[in-house]
């Protein structure tokens, strides 16, 4: 059994953070001891998913309606399901966002290193759209993409 302030040190979250989560309803069979939280592995494990849920961008009400599934039993498998599909999906979107950021910074640290050693960028505009190296020529046309 943990006590609030060690979990508050466990996950890097502030104490109101977790007494918050408590009162929405977060942590429905969690332990008091005189009136202290008491956590165990259960509460460890449900704040890892509600952490993960909400990094996804699901916002505290959604992630409610999560937990009280969770309490009604496998009927609800495929809401939670469906859920976590959703949620996957919008990852998934998320990182070919960034992905495609990631390539045009690749693509402009190249550039920038070649316009410092031949001190201008006549050379890269030569190249553009589609005359540079393989691998920046990549990097250079998902960046461009549209979407």
């Given at each position: 059994?943990?006590?609030?302030?060690?979990?508050?040190?466990?996950?890097?979250?502030?104490?109101?953070?977790?007494?918050?989560?408590?009162?929405?309803?977060?942590?429905?069979?969690?332990?008091?001891?005189s009136?202290?939280?008491?956590?165990?592995?259960?509460?460890?494990?449900?704040?890892?998913?509600?952490?993960?849920?909400k990094?996804?961008?699901?916002e505290?009400?959604?992630?409610?309606?999560f937990?009280?599934?969770?309490?009604?039993?496998?009927?609800?498998?495929?809401?939670?399901?469906?859920?976590?599909?959703?949620?996957?999906?919008?990852?998934?979107?998320?990182?070919?966002?960034?992905?495609?950021?990631?390539?045009?910074?690749?693509?402009?640290?190249?550039?920038y290193?070649?316009?410092?050693?031949?001190?201008?960028?006549?050379?890269i505009?030569?190249?553009?759209?589609?005359?540079?190296?393989?691998?920046?020529?990549?990097?250079?046309?998902?960046?461009?993409?549209?979407?």
């Amino acid at each position: 059994m943990y006590t609030i302030g060690q979990i508050s040190k466990m996950f890097h979250l502030p104490v109101s953070t977790l007494r918050y989560y408590d009162k929405e309803g977060l942590f429905p069979g969690i332990k008091r001891d005189s009136g202290i939280r008491k956590f165990d592995e259960k509460e460890i494990e449900a704040l890892h998913v509600i952490e993960c849920l909400k990094k996804s961008g699901l916002e505290i009400k959604d992630i409610k309606q999560f937990i009280q599934w969770c309490s009604q039993g496998s009927e609800t498998y495929p809401q939670r399901y469906e859920l976590f599909q959703r949620q996957k999906e919008a990852i998934e979107g998320e990182i070919q966002k960034m992905e495609k950021t990631l390539d045009m910074i690749r693509f402009k640290c190249w550039y920038y290193e070649q316009a410092i050693k031949d001190g201008n960028e006549e050379r890269i505009h030569a190249m553009l759209p589609d005359g540079l190296p393989e691998d920046i020529q990549a990097f250079y046309d998902h960046a461009h993409e549209n979407d």
